[in-house]
């Protein structure tokens, strides 16, 4: 599959087939994608524990957000906490100076003196307050994603979980005070049919995106649409016929409940 097919095909999943187990391989893959992933003056802040449901215990799976992720969670046989390591912000420096010496960053003789006398005291001097939800959360966003492509390329299907507050959750699976979960995954194969019953609505192109002034849309030409149509990453929207049935199919093979909302 394309990449632009992947990105078309990526869509919530979130009726997973609780009794087909994931192949950490497949796991370690994702893994492997999201740290490649771009991150802030390469911090690396972004981290995720696995947890299998087959071998955690039964009191770590009793703590997942159960009132958000509902079925989700109980359904699905791996769940990523992706988090960030607020401590990953005191070696900012040491980043830099990888970042300068592997040639991604810096140029001309003056390079190590500007490292050392203007980056890395800013990034120190900003450190601590680069910790808490911001520029980091969005390293993780990209790393989620660049999971989540991968995800759907091995034909797994994803759904994130979120919860406005983690703390049980960090206490059960034993991580610092220094990290900070941010979303949790649900990962596993796919009960739904390949589309998932369609592309999710979106609010209309030219309401997200502008050109040089916030009043001018940016225009989007209908050849380029027309192109990603035929490459499968804009597919026909939701809902397709028979998706009411494909769901209900599934809520009573797994006797998920009446509303089966989240
Ligand atoms: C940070 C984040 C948190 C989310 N939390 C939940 C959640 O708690 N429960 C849920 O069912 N979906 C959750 N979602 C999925 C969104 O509802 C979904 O991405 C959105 O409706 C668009 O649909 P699509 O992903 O199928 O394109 C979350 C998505 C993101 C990115």
Not at 33 to 53: I, P, Q, T
Not at 56 to 81: H, K, N, T
Not at 253 to 259: E, Q, R, V
Request: aromatic share 6%.
């Amino acid at each position: 599959m394309e990449l632009r097919e992947v990105i078309g095909n990526r869509r919530s999943i979130r009726y997973l087939d609780p009794q087909r187990p994931v192949e950490l391989e497949k796991i370690q893959r994702m893994l492997e994608a999201a740290r490649l992933a771009s991150h802030f003056g390469n911090n690396n802040a972004v981290r995720a524990l696995v947890v299998h449901r087959e071998s955690a215990s039964e009191e770590q799976l009793a703590c997942l957000p159960s009132p958000v992720g509902g079925f989700q969670i109980q359904l699905a046989p791996v769940i990523l906490l992706w988090y960030v390591e607020g401590n990953a912000m005191d070696f900012a420096g040491e980043r830099l100076r990888e970042l300068v010496h592997c040639g991604a960053l810096g140029y001309g003789p003056n390079k190590l003196v500007e490292l050392e006398e203007t980056l890395v005291p800013l990034f120190n001097r900003i450190g601590e307050a680069l910790k808490g939800p911001g520029m980091v959360d969005m390293d993780l966003g990209q790393a989620v994603a660049q999971a989540t492509l991968m995800a759907f390329e091995q034909g797994l299907g994803t759904c994130c979980q979120g919860s406005a507050d983690w703390s049980k959750v960090e206490k059960a699976f034993g991580l610092p005070q220094s990290c900070r979960i941010v979303v949790a995954q649900t990962v596993g194969y796919p009960l739904e049919s390949g589309d998932a019953g369609g592309q999710r609505p979106r609010l209309p192109f030219e309401e997200l995106f502008q050109l040089n002034a916030y009043e001018n849309p940016f225009p989007r030409s209908r050849e380029v649409v027309a192109g990603l149509t035929r490459d499968k990453l804009i597919q026909t929207p939701a809902p397709l016929s028979g998706r009411d049935a494909e769901i209900e199919a599934i809520r009573r093979k797994y006797d998920l409940p009446g509303s089966g909302m989240i």
